[in-house]
C-alpha cells in the first residue's frame, strides 16, 4: 500500500494534460493541474494550522475543486468529513460537535448560519467554496505554492471519516483509513478494468462512498476521466452520454433512465459498463435494462463503513437480484446472527466481512465499535444474505432498523425521536415501504393526543426544519393505536403489511 493515498494517485498519472474532472457546465481541471491545485489547497490548509489528525468537516455542492479540497485534506494528513448538504443545521450540530472539526467548509449561502454554530461548537475557522470554485478557501489558496511535500502516512492513519446514521438515532462516523481506501480503489479499479481511456459519467453526489470513494478513486488510480453532472438530470445524462464509457449509480438511477424513452441500444452502444449498488436492484429492473440496451448491469454490494465488498464479475454471469463474489482479499461468511456459527452453505444468515478494505472502527465509539466486530476481527454488516448456488452472495433483508430511500440511508429510530419530540404527538413508529422510485419509501405511522390539530402537513413542516429532506417520510398517517405484539414490542411486520401498496402508483 502507498501509505499516504495520494501517492497512489500521483503515481498512476500518465499523461498531465489529461482532463481529470469536467463539468456540465464545460469547466474542465487536468490532472496536471489537479496536483498543483491540491498542493496549493495543501498550503493554505497548513497556513491556517490544519495538522495531520486533524478534522476538515465540508459541506459544499459538487465541483472540482471540492475534489481538490479532499485531495489536499489527503496530502496534509487531515482527515476529511464529507457532509451530505440537505443535512439540516440541527444535524450540523450534532456532526460538528461530535467530530470537533479545525475548520468547517461551506457554501457562502450557508456560510452565516453554519459560522454561528460552528463559533458556538469552538470551531476557529469557517472557509467557503462555491459551485463555480470561489469562495475564501481558493482565495487563501491562490497565492501560495503549488509545489507541496506530501505527509508520510502510515497506512493505519484516517483518510476520512464518513458518519452513518446509527440503529440508536444518534450517526456514528465511521473512521477510514489511507490503506482502506487504496486498497478498494486498486481492487476496483483492476476488476472492472478501468484505465486512462475511461471517461466516467458522475451523476452521483461525492459527499459518501460511492460518489467518492468507488466512482473518483477509481478514476484516479485509472488517470481516467470524469463529467461531472450535479445530479441525476436524464437531459444531462443523454447530453453527455455519447463522450463517456461507463457511468455509476444508485437504482433509482436505472428506475429514472428507464422510463426515458431516449434509453435504447444505439444510446448507450458504445458504453463499456454500467454499475449499480447503495441498495437493492431489483431482477425486474436489471433484466430491462438488459433487455433496452444489450448491457448487464455490474452489481456490487458495499458500506460505508467497509467501501466495497462483493462485485458480480466483469467477464461472466452478472446476475439479477446476486451482489456477486467477495472481492479479491475480502472475507465474507455467512453465520447466525445469534450465535456467530457459519450457516450451511445456501441457508441465510448475517454477512460478516473482514479484509483490507474494513474499517478500524466508529469515531469515539468504542462500545459501539466493540458491539459491531466478532472476536475473531469479522465485521458484523447488519445485512442478511446467503450464498447460491454459483458462489454468489445474495442479499434477502436487513437484521438491522434500517431504510434505504434512493441510495440514502435512514434509521426509523431517528425519525421517530423527532416526531415523538412534536408536541402533540404520544409516540410514533417509522417504517419503508416499497416505493418504485426510491426502492423504499419512508413512511411514519403516528399516534396523536385526543384533541390535538397536528396533521400531515404541519408534522412535516416541524420535521422539515430538524431532518435532511431524504429523510422525511413521504406520508404520515395519524392511527388510534400502533399494533403490538405480547411482549409490548410495536409490530412493525404489521404496519408495513398494512400499507404496503402506497407507493405501487
Ligand atoms: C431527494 N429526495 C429524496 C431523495 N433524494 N427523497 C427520498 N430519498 C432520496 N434519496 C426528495 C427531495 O427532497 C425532494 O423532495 C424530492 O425528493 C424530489 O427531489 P429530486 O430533485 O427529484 O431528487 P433528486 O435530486 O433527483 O435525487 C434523487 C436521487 C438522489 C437521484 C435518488 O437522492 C441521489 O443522487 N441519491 C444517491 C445517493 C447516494 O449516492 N448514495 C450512496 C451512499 P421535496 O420536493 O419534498 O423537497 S454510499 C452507500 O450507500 C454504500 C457505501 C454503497 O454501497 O454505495
Ligand atoms: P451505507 O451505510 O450508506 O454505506 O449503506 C450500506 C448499506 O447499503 C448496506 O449495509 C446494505 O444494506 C445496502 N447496500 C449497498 N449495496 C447494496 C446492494 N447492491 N444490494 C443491497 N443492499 C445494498
Redesign the pocket.
Known amino acids: 500500500m502507498p501509505g499516504n493515498l495520494f501517492s497512489l494517485f500521483r503515481g498512476a498519472i500518465v499523461d498531465e494534460n489529461k482532463v481529470f474532472i469536467r463539468t456540465s457546465t464545460g469547466r474542465t481541471l487536468t490532472y496536471g493541474e489537479m496536483v498543483s491545485l491540491s498542493g496549493r489547497m495543501a498550503n493554505a490548509l497548513v497556513t491556517a494550522g490544519v495538522k495531520p489528525g486533524d478534522r476538515v468537516a465540508v459541506q459544499v455542492d459538487k465541483s472540482p475543486e471540492a475534489i481538490v479540497l479532499y485531495l489536499a485534506c489527503l496530502r496534509v494528513g487531515a482527515v476529511y468529513l464529507p457532509l451530505n448538504n440537505a443535512y439540516t443545521l440541527a444535524e450540523l450540530e450534532y456532526f460538528i460537535g461530535d467530530s470537533e472539526p479545525k475548520i468547517f467548509v461551506a457554501t457562502p449561502e450557508r456560510a452565516g448560519t453554519i459560522g454561528a454554530i460552528a463559533a458556538k461548537l469552538g470551531v476557529s475557522m469557517l472557509e467557503t467554496l462555491a459551485t463555480d470554485g470561489t469562495g475564501s478557501l481558493t482565495n487563501r489558496a491562490r497565492g501560495l505554492s503549488p509545489e507541496f511535500a506530501d505527509v508520510p502516512m502510515k497506512g493505519d492513519e484516517l483518510a476520512a471519516i464518513l458518519y ?1 446514521s446509527g440503529t440508536t438515532g444518534r450517526s456514528k462516523g465511521a473512521m477510514l483509513s489511507h490503506d482502506n481506501l487504496a486498497s478498494n480503489a486498486i481492487t476496483l479499479k483492476d476488476l472492472w478494468h478501468f484505465t486512462s481511456r475511461d471517461v466516467l459519467l458522475h451523476a452521483l453526489p461525492i459527499f ?2 460511492h460518489g467518492l470513494f468507488v466512482a473518483t478513486n477509481v478514476m484516479l488510480a485509472a488517470n481516467g476521466s470524469m463529467i461531472f453532472l450535479p445530479k441525476l438530470d436524464p437531459d444531462d445524462v443523454f447530453r453527455a452520454l455519447p463522450e463517456a464509457t461507463a457511468m455509476m449509480g444508485v437504482p433509482t438511477f436505472y428506475v429514472r433512465l428507464l422510463q426515458d424513452k431516449r434509453l435504447c441500444r444505439e444510446t448507450t452502444g458504445h458504453m463499456r459498463l454500467f454499475v ?6 431489483l431482477a425486474d429492473t436489471h433484466r430491462e435494462w438488459s433487455e433496452r440496451t444489450g448491457h448487464a448491469i455490474l ?7 467497509t467501501n466495497m465488498l462483493t462485485s458480480n464479475p466483469y467477464d461472466g454471469e452478472r446476475v439479477p437480484g446476486a ?1 456477486g463474489t467477495p472481492l479479491p482479499g475480502v472475507s465474507l461468511r455467512v453465520v447466525d446472527p445469534e450465535t456467530g456459527a457459519g450457516v450451511p452453505h445456501g441457508e441465510i444468515g448475517m454477512i460478516e466481512v473482514k479484509g483490507p478494505n474494513v474499517f478500524s472502527g466508529y469515531w469515539r465509539m468504542p462500545e459501539k465499535t466493540k458491539a459491531e466486530f466478532r472476536d475473531d476481527g469479522f465485521f458484523i ?3 442478511l444474505g446467503r450464498f447460491d448456488e454459483r458462489g454468489y452472495v445474495c ?1 434477502v433483508g ?1 437484521g438491522k432498523d ?1 431504510i ?1 430511500s434512493g441510495g ?2 435512514v434509521y426509523p429510530k431517528e425519525v421517530e425521536t423527532e416526531l415523538d419530540a412534536i408536541p402533540g404527538v404520544i409516540e410514533s413508529a417509522v417504517i419503508g415501504i416499497p416505493h418504485k422510485d426510491f426502492g423504499e419509501g419512508v413512511t411514519a405511522v403516528v399516534v396523536a393526543k385526543a384533541g390535538s390539530a397536528l396533521n400531515e402537513a404541519s408534522a412535516l413542516t416541524l420535521l422539515r426544519q430538524r431532518l435532511a429532506n431524504f429523510k422525511l417520510p413521504k406520508r404520515i398517517f395519524f392511527v388510534d393505536d400502533l399494533p403490538r405484539n405480547t411482549m409490548g414490542k410495536v409490530q412493525k411486520n404489521v404496519l408495513r403489511e398494512t400499507y404496503k401498496n402506497i407507493y405501487a402508483n
Open positions: 452513518t459518501h462512498v449499480c449498488g447503495s441498495a437493492p436492484l452489481e456490487r454490494y458495499g458500506m460505508s463503513e451482489v454488516t447488519g445485512d442479499i436487513r434500517l434505504i440514502y440511508n
